[in-house]
Each structure stands twice: as C-alpha cells, then as structure tokens.
C-alpha cells in the first residue's frame, strides 16, 4: 500500500509544531530567538514544508512571529501583553474554578481526583527546594489547571482557556525565578483546593483570583530586575 504523502507531511508538521510548542513552554527556546528553517530541518529531520507549516500554526497561536525578509523568531514577551494575558484570565478562570468546585460537588470520582492533587501539592512541601521539586509542582499544577477546564461545563470557557494555557505556560519561567515563589504557589493552590473541595465556589474563585494577581506581581519584578532579551518592558 503507498504511503499519501500529504498525510506524512501533515503528521511531520504535527510532531515538529508540538515539540517546538513545548520547548517554548519551557522556556528552552526564548522569547526573541531566531528560528531558522534549514536549522529547523537539521534538528527535526522533517522536510520544509512541515516545518513552514508548523512554523504558521505556532505563529496563529502567537507563539512565533513571521518577520518579513528576516524570517521567524520566538514572539517576544513585553510588558502589555503579560498584563493583557492576566487580565483576561482574571475575567475566565474563577468563573472556572466556579463550575469545577459545583461539579466536584455533585461527582464523588471527580472529587476525589481533586482531593488526590490537593494531597500531592501538599507533599510537594516536604521535599527540600531543588529542581526536580519545581518540575513536579509545574507538572502537578498543570495538571491541576486542565482538571479544572475540564470540570468547566461551558464549552466556550473552556476552549478560550485551553487556547491560552501555551501562553500561561511559558510566562511560568518568570513568576517562579525566585524559589521563594514555588513556596508561596503551592500554599495557594492549597488554598483554592480546600474552597474547592468544601464546595465554596466563591472562596475557590477568589483564592484564584488571588493567585493570579500574585503571580502577575511577581513577573513584573523579576523581569525589573533581569527582563534578559526578548523581553520589551515598554511595550
């Protein structure tokens, strides 16, 4: 049977937009970093092809911009749009946290998933700092936060959030510079737990609201103190 090339090309662009998404999550490709196609094509060993193609995707997601006559770079980070990105999250996620916290009370297995990671962030707090400790509490809050839009029972909420946590995730590099902050993080999210888990959606709402002007306060001083490149404090 003969392999559709378009197919192949399809699922190549797939895998090198998904692992380029990541690495910007991560942080490992920064904010203002040159992508260059042939340098693309010599680490994925895809074609050009799913490499403009995952190129676009991840500039649609505003993830990457296309610069015309120089090429793609990572998108870089500025003041507005760190403040834009909270703002709007402070106006979509403790509605969220609203419907997870009634739908955990109305569905004992889902509760008990929550009460599990209520229990793991609290874990996270007897180990000593280090950063295997941050990429465990990085990958229990993600996992956390997707729990929550997927107890959203607005469609619409839920995509919009989905949509921004490649946004979220990579701004994550700047609120937690200080291992002080992973400290403080864990203490909230135990705080929204515990709402959560009582069944008060009011108090998980604002123990998330809280969160997030928290973590916006903390970005902005550390890009004060060391912004590094790709990053505009007055844009």
Excluded at 98 to 123: S, W
Excluded at 126 to 144: G, I, M, N, T, V
Excluded at 217 to 228: E, K, M, V, Y
């Amino acid at each position: 049977m003969t392999a559709d090339p378009q197919r192949e090309e399809a699922s190549k662009a797939e895998l090198v937009h998904r692992r380029l998404r990541e690495e910007i999550e991560l942080g490992e490709l920064a904010p203002g970093t040159p992508l260059s196609e042939l340098s693309l094509v010599a680490r994925t060993g895809a074609s050009r092809t799913p490499v403009r193609e995952a190129l676009r995707r991840l500039a649609a997601e505003g993830l990457v911009d296309l610069v015309p006559r120089q090429g793609a770079r990572v998108s870089r980070v500025s003041a507005r749009s760190v403040r834009d990105l909270f703002e709007f999250r402070a106006l979509l996620e403790p509605a969220a946290v609203r419907q997870a916290t009634e739908a955990a009370a109305a569905d004992p297995e889902l509760r008990r998933d929550f009460a599990a990671m209520r229990e793991a962030f609290a874990g996270t707090l007897q180990h000593a700092p280090s950063q295997a400790r941050s990429r465990s509490f990085y990958e229990l809050a993600d996992r956390f936060d997707w729990a929550v839009v997927g107890a959203t029972r607005n469609e619409h909420l839920r995509r919009t959030i989905a949509e921004l946590r490649p946004h979220t995730a990579r701004l994550r590099n700047l609120s937690h510079l200080d291992p002080e902050r992973v400290e403080v993080s864990v203490g909230e999210h135990l705080a929204i737990c515990d709402a959560l888990l009582a069944g008060d959606a009011d108090g998980a709402a604002a123990a998330l609201a809280g969160h997030l002007a928290r973590s916006l306060d903390t970005i902005f001083r550390n890009l004060a103190t060391g912004p590094g490149e790709g990053v505009d404090l007055l844009g």
